[in-house]
């Protein structure tokens, strides 16, 4: 069993995972900003914490994370201002990496999208640029981080039923039911050779447990 620090706990995917982490005998602490929404994550089996990420100082995320074994990253801005996707997406993100650096915490996993990087080709005229840009360099700095991390970047969610069932070999982002994420990322959780990794897929006809599998 995990103690597993969730940020972004009332996502669409987050409460899809949550029941998933819970059922595998994780310990999962579920971070969100909303204290309305508290009912909701418990309804998983999760443990709700209200905090605004976006406002926390790296001292503050040290204190967060600090005594868990994994800290998985599926918050955002959800679009809206470049200013708040960038503060959300990027700055905040990136100080939770360092906060579980400086914690101890060396598990960590960030949701992504299929083809984020420096070479994204977003026009920066596009609604999707800044979010684009944040990602970009939060992925980036894990990437660089003495952490074991997995970034985890399916291709359009989608509200469809799961399948089970993914292609991590496509080069090109076609979509995935949120639900599969979920399971993706539930997966990753509990797969060690998913470290140091970026998992990029969509829907297909590998069952997820092989096709996460280093």
Known sequence: MARILLIGG????????????V????????????PDH??????????????????????????LVAGNDVVIWSAGAGGG?????????????IRSIEAAEAAGVTRYLMVSYFGAGPDHGVDPENDFFAYAEAKAQA???LRASSLEWTIVAPSTLTLDEPTGRIDTEATESQSVPRADVAAVIAASVDDPT??????SFNSGDVPITEAVRG
């Open 194 to 199: 998913t470290a140091r990794r970026t998992i």
């Open 23 to 34: 059922d595998a005998g994780h310990h999962v602490t579920a971070v969100i900003r909303n």
């Open 10 to 21: 009332h996502g669409k995917v987050a409460l899809l995972l949550e029941p998933l982490l």
């Open 81 to 93: 201002s470049p200013q708040r996707t960038f503060a959300v997406d990027r700055d905040a993100a």
């Open 38 to 63: 508290e009912a909701d994550v418990a309804a998983t089996g999760a443990t709700p914490l209200v905090a605004d990420v976006e406002s926390f100082d790296t001292a503050q995320l040290t204190n």
């Open 139 to 141: 992925d980036e700095r």
